[in-house]
């Protein structure tokens, strides 16, 4: 199993944001009310920015309103009430609708062109809620489903990398980062499918 991108800088990250996630607490702002700001912000983004051919400006937007994904999370974590289910359940739902936006987004500006991209940013889209789908179903199995060689974190630094390289001009790059991201979460839908099968062989 290759070691994910979120195991191995995700707990560095909380090291050096946990101060500022103590202060946010202090101003009296929720993990809820982040996580909804800025999945809200990520949203808008993506279905402003994109479907108009700003490419690069949507991604940077994007990925601001993306570091409240880290910052939601720290601070339930270091909260007097701590993590809560809701809070969870919301946390996961957003992310499954942000992600979803940014490549409706994309999809709506490469339609207008009649794009040979626009099937595989379609696989790239359902493969990759497939691989949250997989993962839920098999945890409401009480089988623990966590593994594939491309997460989330990885699978939207590809997605959110290829997109505004492409909007500095970059040639390709969007083409072979969609091919990429189209592949490996395909095969991480297989392999996490492939973890349920072995489980309920036990």
């Not at 090291?15 to 996630?21: C, H, K, Y």
């Not at 409240?68 to 996961?92: E, N, Q, V, Y």
């Amino acid at each position: 199993m290759v070691a994910m991108i979120s195991d191995v800088i995700k707990p560095a990250v909380t090291r050096v944001i946990s101060p500022t996630a103590k202060a946010m607490l202090k101003m009296g702002l929720t993990p809820n009310s982040v996580t909804f700001v800025g999945a809200l912000g990520a949203i808008v983004s993506a279905l402003i920015f994109y479907p108009t051919g700003h490419l690069f400006a949507g991604t940077l937007l994007i990925a601001l309103f993306a570091l409240s994904d880290l910052f939601d999370g720290t601070m339930a974590r270091i909260s007097h009430k701590g993590s809560s289910p809701w809070g969870s359940f919301l946390d996961s739902t957003v992310d499954r609708i942000t992600d979803s936006m940014i490549f409706v987004g994309l999809l709506l500006w490469l339609n207008k062109t009649s794009d040979l991209l626009v099937p595989v940013v379609l696989v790239a889209l359902v493969s990759g809620i497939l691989v949250s789908y997989v993962r839920a179903k098999a945890e409401s199995l009480d089988i623990e489903c966590s593994g594939g060689i491309a997460e989330r974190t990885e699978r939207i630094v590809v997605a959110l990398c290829a997109i505004g390289f492409h909007g500095l001009g970059i040639s390709y790059v969007l083409s072979v980062g969609m091919w990429i991201l189209a592949v490996l979460s395909v095969v991480t839908v297989l392999q996490r499918m492939w973890i349920v099968r072995k489980a309920v062989s036990l």
